[in-house]
Every structure is written in C-alpha cells, then in structure tokens.
C-alpha cells in the first residue's frame, strides 16, 4: 500500500535556521497516526510541507504517491486543519462553505451542513464570532466536506477545554469510522492520541525515534522493578530505554518481544505517556552526550 | 444494552478494558444471551475512541465465541460467563470473609491485604504456568 507520508533526507531551512533536516520516515495509510515530539521537532514544518504549504529545501516528501499539492486532483485528496484552527474572521460560516464549493471537486455539502447543524451553528454568524470549540468544528467539517483520502491535523485541539476537545475528537472518530479515511494527527496531548489514534510516531530534532502500532508498543514496553543491578547483565533481547537506580533498587523501562522470565523484577505495563517521555529524554540525551552511547 | 467507559491513566490498552467490560457484564449477568453490544459507531461516538479498537475488542469477544456478528445488523451475546452456580459462589465467598477477618485481627490495614491478596494471587498464577 502507498505510504500516507513518505518522505528521504527531507529538510526545510529558514535563513540559517533548519527547522527540519534530513528526515526520513514512512507514515502508513488507513490508519489514525499521532505524531507526538517536543516543541521544535518540526512537527509543524513536517506537516506543512505534506500539505504544500512549504516547499522543501532538500529531499524528498510524497503524500499518496504524488508531490504535495503539485496538482488540483492532489489538494483535493488531502484534508488540511492547521494549528489553531484559522478560519476567515470576516467571512460568514455560510460563505466559508461556498468556498469549500468552489475550491474542492469533491465537495458535499450535504455533509457539511448537516454537521454544522448537528453544532446548533447558526450559518450566519461570521467565523471571528465563533468560540475555539466551534472554530475548531467548522475547520473539521471543511476539512471533511471535500471527502479526502488523507486528513492532516496540527495539534488541533491543543486550545480547547476539555469538553470542547472531547467533542472535536468525537466528530473525527465518527468519520473515520464512516469514511475510509487515513488521519495524521500532530499532538502534545498523550492521552487523547491513546484514545483516538492506532499508530504512533515519536520525532525529536527531525529524527523518528519510535514508530509503530500503538498496540505493539505497548505489549513490548514493560516497567522492570527490582534489587539493585547492572541493565547490562539483562539478557540480549531486552532493551533498555531507561533505568534509574537508588542504592538498593533499579527501576528500567525495557523493550522486548520477548516473556520477561527473571522472578527478581516486579514487570508492569506502561502507560504510553510514560513511553513517550522516555524515548523522548532518551534522545535527548543521546544529542547532548553522544560519546557515551558508543559504548 | 450496556455503555463502555475508558480508564486512559490505568496503563491497560482500551481494546482490553472494552473486552474486560462486556466480560464483567457477562459474569454479573448484566449482559445474557442475545442481548446486543452497542454498536461500533455508537461507542466511537461516545467515548470519541479509534473504531480499529472496538473493532478489535469486539473481533476477540467473537474469537472466545462469547458474541457473534451480524453483518449490517450488530454485535450479539452468544453465551454467558456466569455459569458457576451461586451454590459455590456462596462458601468461596465465606471463606475468604472468614480470612478477611483473620487478616484484620492479625492487625493488617486494607491496603496491605490487597497487597497480600496479589501477590499470593499473582504467585500461584505463575506456579501454575511454570
């Protein structure tokens, strides 16, 4: 199957500023995919240039087999909500879906206003009115409207108050669960991408330190507790992400397909916050002392 | 019908506390044969969760033939799991009441029977897989 995203060595310079820089990955399609890192990971450019927002200063990046937004077929394939939801203050609700009408080949109106109305908006109203929640609907429901293959998200709720974020992320399952559509969803916010997405992708300074089904992740991440011990004495198949050690007890968060078959470690699952916080200190770590990682 | 909740703090993947929930209902008899699970639109709209997870849940309710699907129709209960009898649920449950009440005696506070209760538990478990 074609990749959702795929992109080689793909770079974005501003001035003498990379925000991303030679960054290769793969996102699957027909999936719900959560993009998580640290501020300045290039998230934001990551996805910007899947849109054809920004075009790239080095590398390669395909999104459903084909250029971003290099053709009219191409833009209506891919749905876009960009960070904070932008609509045009001005414009009537209304007209935001007259536009949609003209711009998108695609578009079903019928869709759109029957989404709208379920919100109780009145399509009258103009966009700079609307609280975030709505902002935020209305964006989803342009989004939707055109029927793409691919809908990108870029921390789309991050503003939102929890009853306004719940109901946006409703709206979203809702239509994955209708429409056979692939989702790439970029989020500070651990918790909701445990609800609503099926695979992850941990990017910290351009690079992909983890990606995979959130399902694997989580049957091969275990918390190891027990006596105090050296984690290279472990057996070869498990691989520690992060051990911490006071002057009796050791405590390592350890990758393995593998039964963890010693009696001396007490094994708990992780919650995939904490797995996230670790592949992310663990990189950190790796840039800011990279001699002691040859070992 | 009965309604899924999702603990996202606990560390358990939502498919399992789907499944772990229509097994409770079944066991409390909350749920009984023929009785229809909620559809996967209905919880996704509810619980605003990834379909591929209540598809997943249900995929494996089905696989312990616990449910059967019916294409168009929705997800059904087969079987239930409340099958032992209360004629022995009733002196299991007297003989642990009689232990509770040893524990306490011993001076044990609630938390460190839990703990006692587990990890016996979880020992004996592991016997009986070695």
Known sequence: ?295 | MIEFHLDTGSGVSPYLQIVHQVRQALRLGLLSEGDQLPTVKEVVARLAINPNTVLKAYRELEHDELVAGRPGIGTFVTRTLSDAPMAQLGPLRHDLQRWLGKARLAGLDDESIEALFVDTFRASTEEGVA
């Open chain 1, 1 to 295: 199957m074609t990749p959702a995203v795929e992109t080689a060595g793909l770079g974005k310079r501003y001035g003498n500023r990379w925000a991303l820089s030679d960054c290769t990955l793969s996102i699957p399609p027909a999936r719900v995919v959560g993009l998580v890192g640290p501020n300045g990971a290039g998230k934001t450019t990551l996805l910007s240039l899947a849109v054809g927002l920004l075009s790239p200063t080095s590398g390669s990046i395909n999104v459903l087999g084909a250029e971003p937004a290099s053709t009219a077929r191409q833009m209506s394939r891919v749905g876009f909500v960009a960070q904070d939801t932008p609509l045009y203050s001005n414009l009537s609700i209304a007209d935001h879906l007259q536009l949609g009408a003209h711009l998108n080949p695609g578009w079903d109106n019928h869709l759109a206003q029957g989404r709208l109305e379920r919100l109780d908006l009145d399509l009258g109203q103009p966009a700079g009115s609307l609280s975030g929640g709505q902002r935020a609907q209305v964006a989803l429901t342009l989004a939707i409207a055109k029927h793409p293959e691919l809908l990108i998200l870029d921390e789309p709720v991050a503003r939102l108050d929890p009853l306004a974020r719940r109901e946006f992320l409703q709206v979203l399952m809702e239509t994955v669960a209708e429409e056979q559509v692939s989702v790439v969803l970029s989020s500070h916010l651990v918790a909701d991408l445990e609800r609503v997405c099926d695979y992850l992708v941990v990017l910290v300074a351009s690079l992909v330190q983890v990606d995979g089904e959130i399902e694997k992740l989580r049957a091969s991440h275990f918390r190891l507790t027990g006596p105090r011990r050296d984690p290279g004495s472990l057996p070869k198949n498990q691989r520690v992400i992060e051990a911490s050690h006071t002057d009796r007890q050791t405590t390592l968060l350890v990758c393995t397909e593998e039964p963890i078959l010693d009696p001396a470690w007490t094994v708990e699952p992780i919650r995939l916050e904490d797995l996230v916080l670790a592949y992310m200190r663990q990189a950190r770590e790796a840039r800011t002392a990279p001699l002691l990682r040859q070992s």
